[in-house]
């Protein structure tokens, strides 16, 4: 018997400014709705979230977990935000479960709620908060190479229909979003884009190599440019690592007038 799931690494915006109409988050929106239209509604959703680093990989476990507004400096109504999504506890067993199989050891939390990089693009996809969702930490320090391994780990997870979401953003440069569009800043932003879209949906590529590159980003151009910081990209390893493929689709959008890029695979399986 085969099983599906879908993987999905997106890039989620700005905090809230996605869900209080700002225009410069319109064509992120967009995507985010037509990768939903795309496939069957999933049975739960693992997000593995940018806003979480944790010392062992760390799964939400709670049944009704609350809301993190993990951003400041925002209008009211950013707190206001709701989104009521049950928690998944036999989901979140089986990922610990099959991370430890694999020699990763991992937890589970049964207290901490979602942050904004799961209510957020979830609120935009799946409006109605039906699906039952739980959260994977990042490690950290960060090393793609572990997350690459995390997510080849949750090859063997035994749930029908998941969607899988890498939730980060493919140029993350806070202080490049508010300075003007510079050459500099366009040069290498189109540069890291072009990179990254190669390196992970063109067919040519082995695996070896595809995996190499990802492990060793940082060689790449613009690479520190547009992540001073690495925790928005490394969800796209975890998603990798899962799919170990080239992506199936690539969508770009442009948000707060940065290119930027969301990666999707499709994955069938023996149960």
Avoid at 88 to 102: H, I, M, R, T
Avoid at 132 to 152: R, T, W, Y
Avoid at 196 to 221: K, N, Q
Wanted: hydrophobic content about 40%; glycine content about 8%; overall charge negative.
């Amino acid at each position: 018997m085969k099983s599906k799931r879908n993987i999905v690494y997106i890039s989620h915006g700005g905090g809230p400014m996605p869900l209080l109409g700002d225009p410069d988050h319109h064509e992120m929106v967009e995507t985010l709705k037509e990768i939903a239209a795309e496939v069957d509604k999933p049975s739960a959703i693992l997000v593995i979230s940018a806003h979480w680093e944790a010392r062992l990989p760390t799964v939400t476990s709670g049944i009704n977990p609350g809301i993190i507004y993990d951003y400041g400096g925002f209008p009211k109504d950013a707190y206001e935000i709701q989104y009521q999504a049950s928690g998944e506890p036999l989901l979140a067993n089986s990922v610990v479960n099959v991370l430890k199989e694999n020699g990763i050891d991992a937890v589970q939390d049964e207290q901490r709620g979602f942050d904004h990089g799961l209510f957020v693009p979830l609120k935009i996809m799946y409006p109605e908060a039906e699906i039952p969702c739980v959260q994977l930490s990042l490690v950290h320090g960060l090393d793609p190479d572990l997350h690459i391994q995390m997510g080849k780990a949750l090859q063997s997870l035994n749930w029908d229909n998941l969607l899988v979401i890498g939730s980060g953003f493919s140029f993350h440069n806070m202080r490049a979003f508010f300075t003007p569009n510079s050459l500099e800043a366009r040069t290498n932003n189109l540069a890291f884009e072009e990179w990254l879209g190669e390196t992970v949906s063109d067919e040519a590529l082995s695996e070896y190599v595809r995996e190499e590159r990802l492990a060793h980003w940082v060689s790449a151009p613009g690479a520190r440019y547009c992540h001073p910081r690495e925790e928005h990209l490394i969800p796209l390893h975890v998603c990798y690592g899962m799919a170990t493929k080239p992506s199936d689709k690539v969508f770009k959008a442009e948000i707060m007038k940065r290119q930027s890029s969301m990666f999707f695979w499709e994955r069938q399986q023996e149960q």
